[in-house]
């Protein structure tokens, strides 16, 4: 089946560590993805891991995928105000397709 | 900046009507996919383009079709509008090789009265 799930709100304290979770469904997904949208935007690609991957860094941002749990967290260190947006969490579905989470908004505050 | 173009930012349409979006894809993507974002959810796949032909479609209406041109920009057409089609409306785009690694675009906000 295809069904991500996120929470809905987080937040954090500028200067902090933002971590936001996710459950997938779909075992076969090659790719987990973390998209960021910001107010009346598309969607921009932060980054992604390939289904064999425990981790991946990429500068303050930390991707952890546990595949026996199907569990995905975003980690974002020292949080900024210009990361205030919404976060979304994919999975790929076959070779062409995404399936995304309803998003979790991420409020930074001084 | 992804250099995925779409157009128009902003449309107002009533019921009954029809619609076309447009997308211009990154240079040297030669696959787009269209998704339907609706207020407060996430993007819900619509369907994909890649060499001229829909290569996989969602749980969407026949009403909701598509065209790719041979310089891989794309074509979302929506007939017979409905209130529940007010949305945003958001295109990207792969390589062939990967094509779920998708850029996106800022979207297309229709608007249906």
């Known amino acids: 089946g295809e069904d991500v799930e996120q929470s809905l709100f987080l937040s954090v304290r500028e200067g902090d560590s933002s971590v936001i979770n996710c459950t997938y469904t779909?075992?076969?997904?090659?790719?987990l993805y973390w998209y960021k949208q910001e107010p009346g935007a598309g969607l921009q690609l932060l980054t992604y891991i390939f289904s064999n991957m425990d981790m991946k860094q990429d500068q303050r941002l930390t991707v952890l995928l546990n595949k026996k749990d199907k569990h995905l967290s975003l980690r974002i260190a020292d949080t900024q105000t210009g990361d205030s947006a919404i976060y979304f969490c994919?999975?790929?579905?076959?070779?062409?397709?995404?399936?995304f989470g309803a998003g979790t908004t991420v409020t930074v505050r001084a | 900046e992804t250099g995925v173009t779409q157009s128009p930012t902003h449309l107002i349409k009533t019921r009954g009507q029809q619609v076309t979006l447009r997308c211009s894809s990154q240079?040297?993507?030669?696959?787009v996919s269209w998704y339907q974002q609706a207020l407060g959810q996430g993007p819900q796949f619509i369907f994909q383009?890649?060499?001229?032909?829909?290569?996989g479609r969602g749980n969407f209406p026949p009403r909701f079709s598509g065209l790719q041109f041979p310089n891989y920009s794309s074509e979302l057409n929506v007939n017979a509008l409905e209130l529940d089609d007010s949305a945003l409306y958001l295109c990207?785009?792969?390589?062939?090789?990967?094509?779920?690694?998708?850029?996106f675009g800022a979207g297309t906000r229709l608007s249906v009265l």
């Open positions: 994919a999975e790929s579905i076959g070779d062409y397709k995404l399936s």
């Open positions: 779909d075992s076969s997904s090659t790719y």
């Open positions: 240079s040297g993507h030669n696959t």
């Open positions: 383009y890649y060499r001229e032909e829909e290569n």
């Open positions: 990207a785009s792969s390589l062939s090789s990967a094509k779920n690694i998708q850029y």
